[in-house]
């Protein structure tokens, strides 16, 4: 399975951004699809899922200014972040997972990573 993200950048504070992932090669359709961001010096984090469900958790930092959306089954989310600040600077990270029920095993994929930075 690969994960392929895109959109990141530089953009100034106070500006959006729109991150893109596109997954491909998966013979199971995702149980979930997601962002995770880690900054420099930082443990990777949550930034925003949904699920195949349309049920979606986000991190405290960016509810009301970041928009998660994508069309599971397609195996596709998207990542609108406006309002963007200087400590969203991170590399951001594409999730997938399967949930493999006659195995009660779960398989997490990761995309390659794709930088953005906010300037202040």
């Known amino acids: 399975v690969q994960l392929q993200a895109s959109g990141g950048g530089l953009v100034q504070a106070g500006g959006s951004l729109s991150l893109s992932c596109v997954a491909s090669?998966?013979?199971?359709?995702?149980?979930?699809m997601g962002w995770y961001r880690q900054a420099p010096g930082k443990q990777r984090e949550l930034v925003a899922s949904?699920?195949?469900?349309?049920?979606?958790n986000w991190a405290d930092s960016v509810k009301g200014r970041f928009t998660i959306s994508g069309d599971i089954a397609k195996d596709t989310v998207f990542l609108q972040m406006n309002s963007l600040k200087p400590e969203d600077t991170a590399v951001y990270y594409c999730?997938?997972?399967?949930?493999?029920?006659?195995?009660?095993?779960?398989?997490?994929?990761w995309g390659q990573g794709t930088l953005v930075t906010v300037s202040s």
């Open positions: 949904i699920t195949s469900g349309g049920v979606t």
């Open positions: 999730l997938a997972e399967v949930h493999v029920i006659v195995t009660n095993t779960t398989y997490y994929y």
């Open positions: 090669g998966s013979i199971f359709s995702f149980d979930l």
